[in-house]
């Protein structure tokens, strides 16, 4: 039998996240993303992590960072109350429930601060996360990277109103 991952955690963003968050997001375009983006695309677009505006992203963003025995293994942003900007998992732990986790305490936030709807600018990988979510395809987007074009898809979910939502004790 195969171990299990140890229970995640969530904490909010630190500055001295940065570095092992590019790291997070350089690892995940590159093996995660393989199927559906050429090498050339690929490399363009992890090389956001490296640039000074990516820091400032995650500083004036709601980021949330998700903790496997005290390391950080993803991370979510939240734009406003509505727009997920940023949402990496490491290649190591996708598809172990990190990414739910990190959607799911978003989505939380977003609620209590009164949003309707949550939006994503989806890579053609993430898209199926976002369906399982609840999420509908609203357009195709083709987005500049350096001097690639990489396209993904703008995802929206209608969010159940505060006082809409039955709560059981």
Known sequence: MGQSMPK??????LPADVPILAEILQASVEELTGEDYSESQREAWA???EEEEF???LAKSLTLVALVEGSPVGFITLEGNEQIALFYVHPAVAGQGVGT???DAVEKLATARGATRLVADA????RPFFEKQGFQAQRRNTVTMGDE????TTMEKRLAKPEDRTFSS
Do not use: H, I, T
């Open 101 to 103: 986790m990190l959607y």
């Open 8 to 13: 995640p955690g969530l904490r909010p963003f």
């Open 47 to 49: 090389s956001v992590a």
């Open 123 to 126: 890579s053609d990988n993430a």
């Open 149 to 152: 074009w990489l396209g993904n």
């Open 55 to 57: 820091a400032k992203l």
